[in-house]
Antibody, heavy 122, light 107 residues
Framework: QVQLQESGPGLVKPSQTLSLTCTVS??????????WNWIRQQPGKGLEWIGY???????YYNPSLKSRITMSVDTSKNQFSLQLTSVTAADTAVYYC??????????????WGQGTLVTVSS | DIQMTQSPSTLSASVGDRVNVTCRAS??????LAWFQQKPGKAPKFLIY???SLESGLPSRFSGSGSGTEFTLTISSLQPDDFATYYC?????????FGQGTKVEIK
């Protein structure tokens, strides 16, 4: 059974960097079939795709956040990570990690972490 | 960016009702559309991919249809467990985007 689990600070000060890690079990972040994603949901709002990283380290970031995002993958720990710099209150959200598939399977985000609330506040 | 617009935003229905949720894309997304169900405090749950393929293990009362710019999620006979918010999602073009959600509530 594939499982994803987010971890990281629940409180970040304005202008600082938000850092989250997603630990994957039941699958490998080295898989050539999957992309490893971050998605967020501001309180009471809809879903916003942040971006993904592939096992090779290639990434695609949402242009709306691109200047502030860095994603990385650690195959030895079977983890991938998100860094979001210069955070403001607008970055307060539940952050989810999720697995997506390459076009070969046609599938979308099939496994998600439980989500972690990150609050930006001084 | 491709805008995804769902209608209605809120839907009141009773157990046993047939329910349709519509999702319109601002440009052609072929059949690269997925549907998710989300309950309060929980992560979204994957329901349907490629517009009409039902995720394995899910009840057949859920179905999807459409292509191009107009899509529909149908629940053939609403069950108590189905009261939730539903999101469509396009993965045809970057950046991948979601609809704003449709809340299905008890009438």
């Amino acid at each position: 059974q594939v499982q994803l689990q987010e971890s990281g600070p629940g409180l970040v000060k304005p202008s600082q960097t938000l850092s989250l890690t997603c630990t994957v079990s039941g699958d490998s972040v080295s898989s050539t079939l999957h992309y490893w994603n971050w998605i967020r949901q501001q309180p009471g709002k809809g879903l916003e795709w942040i971006g993904y990283i592939y096992y090779s380290g290639s990434t695609y970031y949402n242009p709306s956040l691109k200047s502030r995002i860095t994603m990385s993958v650690d195959t030895s720990k079977n983890q991938f990570s998100l860094q979001l710099t210069s955070v403001t209150a607008a970055d307060t959200a539940v952050y989810y990690c999720a697995r997506a598939h390459s076009r070969i399977t046609g599938r979308s985000f099939d496994y998600w972490g439980q989500g972690t609330l990150v609050t930006v506040s001084s | 960016d491709i805008q995804m617009t769902q209608s209605p935003s809120t839907l009141s229905a009773s157990v046993g009702d047939r329910v349709n949720v519509t999702c319109r894309a601002s440009q052609n997304i072929n059949r690269w559309l997925a549907w998710f169900q989300q309950k309060p405090g929980k992560a979204p749950k994957f329901l349907i991919y490629k517009a009409s393929s039902l995720e394995s293990g899910l009840p057949s009362r859920f179905s999807g249809s459409g292509s191009g710019t107009e899509f529909t999620l149908t629940i053939s006979s609403l069950q108590p467990d189905d009261f939730a918010t539903y999101y469509c999602h396009q993965y045809n073009s970057y950046p991948w985007t979601f609809g704003q959600g449709t809340k299905v509530e008890i009438k």
